[in-house]
């Protein structure tokens, strides 16, 4: 029965959230059929003309039920971009071509590809000024093909299908009006590059077979339908055609994309207690162990609110509740926190002996001679009997195979790092206010190992940088130096946001800090951000 409440809060939250993207899709697709429209009709030496035929063609009663049509195909791309919408990165480029031919990813193209074919049939009912021999049914089939797979292989090569949360949060507003330009050039900029490899494969596929089929029957019909399709690059009607259609499908598919992102990364104000049925499996606490990425992901996001910004749900945080008159709360919500902070220490950790015992190693081998005598003492002998051995490429199959598992997981070692800064954050801001608001003292029992996690988490960090320089140091590897700058970003990140938690607590506490029950290392640590040493 949890289960199902976990489920349906995601389930819940989500559908709501994907309805307003699909809402403000409905208001979208209008104006920018409109200015599809305009530029169709676009005439340098008739200005009333084309704004006259414009306008006729837009209140025309053909024209209001294309537009509804194109209004429902656009709720098609929420949701295939609605499918695959996560947090982490799902695929290596290495990989490319096996992701995609898995059934979920392939589904989710063939979506986008049905969402273009019916986008760009439409917008041929309503539009009849296109006057070009190429422009035909089969022609627009096979554009919006390509573009739906060029979008799709985009979509998964650019990651386009996480999301990222705002530093700051503003109103839904602002940001819809802040992702409308960039995904207008954005699309414009897909448009052509795709024209600039379809037009060419068109006729390689299309034309140029036919010619040389009739060059053995008419040689005069090959020749006229050769000079054809090479005009066909001349046809400044067509191009332009092709250009507004694939710039307006690709418009429709890359905001609703955003559209998404921006809604399903937006605050979500959870409720602290279950005392009512409506609330059970879908408090603060419950969130943030839920199965749901994004959702555990608005669950640390709300509890860093709750620390920062929003003083009346903050004092529920340190009350005593039923059973038991206890802090159920508090002690749910930072045994999480501090649960995060070891998985992530001990991944750290793991990742540490793992680069220890690769130093080891290259230190094990033998070094290069220096000179002349050393490099003849260290040579074989040379004899007429001596072959030359073909390399071991089983072995080099398997140390790439064993590369590429590595990368793999190092790449997965900072991929909570948001809901680790987010928890840090929120965990210090709540002792910091508990010396003034925690009526009770339910903070004080678990300051101590608040402040101990924190502190070796920190000296994982530490140890993990410098292990990383070292390496960077020593490394040929191409894939290997770029993840390791990427380690080095993220786990910078970190060091900040934990000096900083620290630096919170010591500067409210001052010198009570000293009485915190901690090893020797962390007290000498703790006394240093006392004095801001750090």
């Keep these: 029965m949890a289960s199902q409440q976990k489920t349906d809060i995601s389930t819940e939250e989500f559908s709501w959230r994907s309805f307003a993207c699909g809402i403000w899709m409905l208001i979208v697709v209008p104006p920018s059929i409109c200015m599809y429209l305009m530029l169709s009709n676009f005439s340098l030496w008739s200005p009333l003309a084309m704004f006259s035929g414009t306008l006729s063609t837009i209140f025309s009663l053909k024209a209001l039920v294309i537009c509804m049509l194109l209004q429902v195909t656009s709720l098609i791309s929420i949701t295939a971009h609605k499918r695959l919408i996560h947090v982490h990165s799902q695929i290596r480029k290495s990989s490319l071509l096996m992701h995609i031919l898995r059934p979920n990813q392939l589904l989710t193209i063939i979506y986008f590809n049905l969402c273009t074919i019916l986008f760009t049939l439409v917008l041929s009912c309503i539009q009849d000024s296109i006057d070009s021999a190429y422009w035909s049914r089969s022609f627009m089939v096979s554009l919006s093909l390509f573009i739906g797979s060029f979008y799709g292989i985009n979509y998964f090569t650019d990651e386009r299908y996480k999301v990222k949360f705002p530093t700051i949060q503003q109103k839904k507003l602002f940001q819809i009006k802040k992702i409308i330009l960039p995904s207008l050039k954005e699309s414009l900029a897909m448009s052509m590059n795709a024209l600039k490899i379809f037009i060419p494969l068109h006729i390689a596929s299309n ?63 959870l409720p602290l207690d279950a005392m009512l049925l409506e609330n059970q499996g879908k408090t603060l606490s419950d969130c943030m162990v839920h199965p749901n990425i994004i959702l555990k992901h608005l669950a640390f996001m709300d509890f860093c609110f709750i620390s920062k910004l929003e003083g009346s749900r903050r004092s529920k945080m340190f009350e005593l509740s039923l059973p038991g008159n206890q802090p159920h709360l508090w002690n749910k919500s930072s045994l999480q926190c501090l649960q995060e902070f070891e998985k992530q220490r001990m991944s750290i950790q793991n990742e540490c002996e793992h680069k220890e ?8 081998q033998l070094p290069a001679p220096k000179n002349l005598a050393s490099q003849e003492l260290f040579s074989p002998v040379k004899n007429a009997t001596t072959s030359v051995s073909s390399p071991d490429f089983n072995s080099k199959i398997q140390t790439n195979i064993v590369n590429s598992q590595q990368n793999i997981q190092r790449g997965r070692l900072f991929e909570n790092l948001q809901i680790i ?26 300051v101590p190992s608040i402040v101990s996690e924190l502190l070796s988490l920190l000296e994982s960090c530490e140890t993990f940088t410098k292990l990383t320089v070292t390496q960077q140091a020593i490394s040929n590897d191409t894939k290997s130096m770029e993840l390791s700058q990427k380690e080095m970003v993220d786990a910078t990140s970190l060091k900040i946001a934990l000096k900083s938690g620290l630096y919170t607590i010591t500067s409210t506490f001052k010198h009570h800090t000293t009485a915190l029950r901690l090893s020797g290392e962390h007290k000498k640590r703790l006394l240093a951000f006392l004095e801001y040493d750090e």
């Design 207 to 269: 034309v140029l077979p036919k010619s040389l089929l009739l060059l053995f029957t008419d040689f005069s019909y090959s020749g006229s339908l050769l000079a054809n399709s090479i005009l066909l690059f001349c046809d400044v009607s067509m191009i332009w055609s092709c250009l507004l259609t694939s710039t307006l499908v690709l418009f429709v598919l890359i905001f609703s994309n955003n559209l998404l992102h921006v809604f399903y990364s937006q605050h979500l104000q």
């Design 357 to 364: 015992m690769g130093k080891r190693q290259q230190q094990q």
């Design 421 to 446: 800064i987010w928890a840090i954050e929120g965990l210090c801001n709540l002792v910091a206010c508990s010396l003034t608001e925690d009526t009770y003292g339910v903070v004080q029992k678990t």
